[in-house]
């Protein structure tokens, strides 16, 4: 295939993109895709949102990944996996989003400040988020000790080290 | 009845948030012969990072299967999103050999070794499957007859069916069954498989408040008494964040949420405050009203 140019947004097809995603999508190949817009039919983002899967199957296909990282399409996902069950040709455009998401945050992208503060805390606390004060339906205050829980939930023992195998991890 | 030991993996949203699930859970499960203690060392299993980077997303969750097989006991989770990580990771790492090469001497900085014997287990196979329904219909003291409920499964806990769920991908009952055992009526609906927008929390909030509103906004056109869900993050998003939600689908929002594990409580005569209902911000009373004689 040579390269194309998208002619809406003047930006050129990759000829490796193949490659370039096969690295994150595992056995999953936007090339098998023959745009019965299933995906697109129960995409519940669609209907919210106006985001088409088998659109952004198309442009992984051709091989539009440099449009397809600084585009919002690839963020208005929320991963309910209905058109990855439902895709007649094992494309799974669910995990497509994520391999270009992946590819949007390594090429420095522009990526929802969300998930960039949620690895900061795992880094720091092993979850998503520190542990939260919460409030009841009767606007009482409770932590995980008022509600005899224990203090603190399981985290992993050597801090140092977790961080340094999930920050290798992400090489 | 036989004795059931695993080891309980709490994830994120229980662990820091969703008190009500880990409350219920640590009730109700010793009742019925299931004995937990809690994995230690476990951090996120992964999931929120998935959109970041795959490969310490598999990390993640490997660390935790891998601290559950030094643990040598199967592993319970609460959330559906960290039952199909977990099971996402075992899956990839099998898929590719180069993956598992780089990630091995990871695993090793940390002292630890996967091995992939320990079992991952979800509250709602586990009661269906494993518990058993007669077992959990034996457990009824208070049954909830006269109440209608809906169930919301959860996506991530029947979907990719490639991979082992919990349930049937496109026709999921065993929260019907678990629901029915307690003796209250579960009632069908149209949007039952859709989900409940916490996909987007990370990402667009305000989406993920609208798809929460419709979903409930449906659900309250039904009628139902209330709706039990048996994950984290469909509670925060159907339960905690209706009010929010109903501003976005110009509704007024009023159907209580519930976890599955609370709805067992009160069917097995636990005390409200144990399973946490306190912590409900969905209009739960008008569920409990129903079920004083």
Redesign the interface.
Known sequence: MSQLLDLMTNKLSELDARRKLSEVLGSHDPSACYACARCTAGCEAMELLENFPHRVVSLARLGFLDELVSSEKIWACMQCLKCTERCPQDVAPSDLFLALRNLAVKAGAKVPEGFLKALESIMDTGYIQPVQEVVSRGFEAYTRSSLKLREHPPRPSDGERFRESLMSAME | MPSLRLSLY?G??V???E?AY??ST?SVLPKLGVELS???????CGS?????????S???AL?NLALADAAGLDLLTLCPGCHLSLHEAAH?VK??PKLWE??EP??G???LRYMGEAKVWHVVDLLHDKVGLDSVRSAVSKPLRGLRLATHVG??AI????LPRVDD??RPLKLDRLVEALGAKVVDYPEK???C?????????Q??L??AGLKVKALKARGVDGVVVACPLCHKMLGQKQQAASQLVGAELDVPVVYYTQLLGLAMGEDERAL?L????SP??RLLEKLKP
């Open positions: 709490l994120c949203t662990a820091t948030d008190y880990e409350l640590l809690y994995l230690e060392g476990a951090s996120c929120p990072l998935q959109s970041v980077n795959m490969r310490a598999t990390y993640l660390r990839y898929l590719s780089g990630l990871l695993l900085n940390e002292g996506c991530h979907r990719p069916s490639r991908a496109e498989l859709d989900c927008g916490a996909g987007f929390l990370l990402g667009n909030p989406a993920g609208t798809v946490g306190m912590l409900n911000l739960v009373d």
